[in-house]
């Protein structure tokens, strides 16, 4: 049976974790998944700027034993000639076993899935959602705070355009016993239907704040974002806010001693580097915990479009 990953709730809580038992035993015996996916092609079709999440899967392709087809620059491919994301999916299909989708339009990666003929991936698209990028946040959540019960989430930066922050509040309301406190300027606040589907309907605690300093000795978690520049339409804004927040060691001061602190990168001037040398920074951790994840994933949609 042929399935695709577009949103993260795509996935039951069950299977997410047990994409994360997966990817515990691929970090435990990598060799012994050095030929599962021999024989087989992922094709990676993005149509904005990645570095990260396209050679994540690359990588995590070739750690597989299988092959890659690359599409890196949307300005040399059909697309630019007027093709459609859905004749793109059908004819990529006939190439490849597998596509991940990185594409700025949002719905783009679910028109995709219901053109192609194997499963999709979406890699990301526009400022909807980014469930891949959940995968990497939760496995390193679970790794570095054992679970996801009784945590309080800090959300900070730009949580209206972040797709990582929709996917990942999304995912984490499902562990129940959570709180979140959201962390932004007015104008980058989560979008309310985020809050809708993931937070008020299932009576999930958060609060919204613009100070960072004012929460950090509470938070568990600290995830932190970049401006979304690529998303404004006028840069004044984009200027105005992109230095909104910078973690620093001074705030760093403040916050617990187990507090994990994350980001899905590129990182600009959230964080300040002083900060890499804490023990509490995780998200070069997190970088690599998403190429597992991946291979996790690519595994197991591979193994159910076969039987
Ligand atoms: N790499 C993440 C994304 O593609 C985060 C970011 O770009 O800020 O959404």
Same mark, same amino acid.
Do not use: W
């Given at each position: ?90 004819? %990529?299909?006939?190439?490849?076993? %597998? %596509? ?77 016993? %959570? ?129």
């Amino acid at each position: 049976m042929r399935r695709s990953v577009i949103d993260i709730s795509d996935l039951s809580p069950a299977e997410l974790e047990a994409l994360m038992d997966t990817a515990e035993d691929i970090i435990a015996h990598p060799a012994a998944y050095a030929e599962s996916c021999r024989g087989k092609k992922l094709a990676t079709l993005f149509f904005e700027p990645s570095t990260r999440t396209r050679m994540s899967f690359e990588a995590a392709m070739y750690e597989l034993g299988g092959n890659v087809l690359s599409m890196t620059d949307a300005a040399s491919s059909s697309a630019a000639k007027g093709e459609s994301v859905a004749d793109t999916a059908r004819v %990529i299909s006939c190439y490849a076993d %597998i %596509i991940a989708m990185r594409h700025p339009k949002e719905g783009a990666a679910l028109v995709a899935a219901n053109n192609a003929t194997v499963p999709v991936i979406n890699a990301g698209d526009g400022g909807h959602c980014h469930p891949t990028q959940t995968l990497a946040d939760l496995l390193t959540i679970r790794r570095e705070k054992g679970g996801f019960s009784g945590l309080t989430v800090g959300l900070c930066g730009d949580l209206k355009f972040g797709r990582t922050v929709h996917s990942l509040v999304n995912a984490l309301s499902r562990y129940g016993d %959570i709180r979140f406190v959201l962390i932004s300027p007015e104008e980058l606040k989560l979008p309310s239907y985020v809050k809708e589907d993931a937070l008020k309907s299932k009576g999930i605690p958060y609060r919204q704040t613009e100070r960072l300093e004012e929460v950090m000795p509470d938070l568990d978690v600290l995830y932190m974002t970049r401006v979304q520049k690529e998303r404004f339409f006028n840069e004044e804004d984009y200027l105005r806010l992109k230095d909104s927040y910078i973690l620093d060691p001074a705030k760093m001061a403040a916050a617990k001693e187990d507090l994990i602190v994350m980001h899905p990168l590129p990182r600009v001037n959230e964080i300040s580097v002083a900060v890499d040398r804490d023990p509490r920074a995780c998200y070069f951790k997190q970088v690599l915990y998403g190429k597992y994840m991946r291979m996790a994933l690519i595994l197991k949609l591979l193994g159910e479009a076969a039987s």
